[in-house]
T-cell receptor, first 113, second 116 residues
Framework: SQQGEEDPQALSIQEGENATMNCSYK?????LQWYRQNSGRGLVHLIL?????REKHSGRLRVTLDTSKKSSSLLITASRAADTASYFC?????????????FGKGTMLLVSP | GAVVSQHPSWVICKSGTSVKIECRSL??????MFWYRQFPKQSLMLMAT?????????EQGVEKDKFLINHASLTLSTLTVTSAHPEDSSFYIC????????????FGPGTRLLVL
């Protein structure tokens, strides 16, 4: 089964509001990454948080990681219509000497003007 | 940042034909490359992991004889969908990891395959 599970599956907000997406996972991780994908397009890497970090910021993005609860959250502040996209968390897990990324199901974010 | 390209960006083919997708790391040497498949409104599913010069490791449920992966050089991996059928229509995304920055995977822009 997939390592990461996001919630909510879909989120609809107005411009200017904050959007929070959550991700839960099952096993120990090296790091957790968040990606964005516009409809039918490739992935855009947003932010990486290591297993020994608890919070990280990048512009309007804030990511938290709670390894005891095996969960992470992505907060987008002051959202814009251009933030409309699908957001995926991905866990970097070591397997047999190399590491691999496993993606969650994603959250579809719709930001209305 | 590191760049990964894919070619073609989209392809339409008839059922029964084979399609080759190329994935190139443009400014770094990729010791490991990954192939993902994404169906509409779904997440990325890892199909296989390939290390340069060795056979690919396929995920459970992925037919190795149908999805041929070749990682012959440190900058090129190819995925060949053999005898494609309509159910193989999907978005195929490759990613590459270099041996220097092994914690970061760089993703290609994806290839959309439509099998008629």
């Amino acid at each position: 089964s997939q390592q990461g599970e996001e919630d909510p599956q879909a989120l609809s907000i107005q411009e200017g509001e904050n959007a929070t997406m959550n991700c839960s996972y099952k096993t120990s991780i090296n790091n957790l990454q968040w990606y964005r994908q516009n409809s039918g397009r490739g992935l855009v890497h947003l932010i990486l948080i290591r297993s020994n970090e608890r919070e990280k910021h990048s512009g309007r993005l804030r990511v938290t990681l709670d390894t005891s609860k095996k969960s992470s959250s992505l907060l987008i502040t002051a959202s814009r219509a251009a933030d409309t996209a699908s957001y995926f968390c991905a866990t970097d897990v070591s397997l047999g000497g190399y590491s691999t990324l496993t993606f969650g199901k994603g959250t579809m974010l719709l930001v209305s003007p | 940042g590191a760049v990964v390209s894919q070619h073609p960006s989209w392809v339409i083919c008839k059922s029964g034909t084979s399609v080759k997708i190329e994935c190139r790391s443009l400014d770094f040497q990729a010791t490991t490359m990954f192939w993902y498949r994404q169906f509409p409104k779904q997440s990325l599913m890892l199909m296989a992991t390939s290390n340069e010069g060795s056979k690919a490791t396929y995920e459970q449920g992925v037919e190795k004889d149908k999805f041929l992966i070749n990682h012959a050089s440190l900058t090129l991996s190819t995925l060949t969908v053999t005898s494609a059928h309509p159910e193989d229509s999907s978005f195929y995304i490759c990613s590459a990891r270099d041996h220097a920055g092994w914690k970061t995977q760089y993703f290609g822009p994806g290839t959309r395959l439509l099998v008629l």
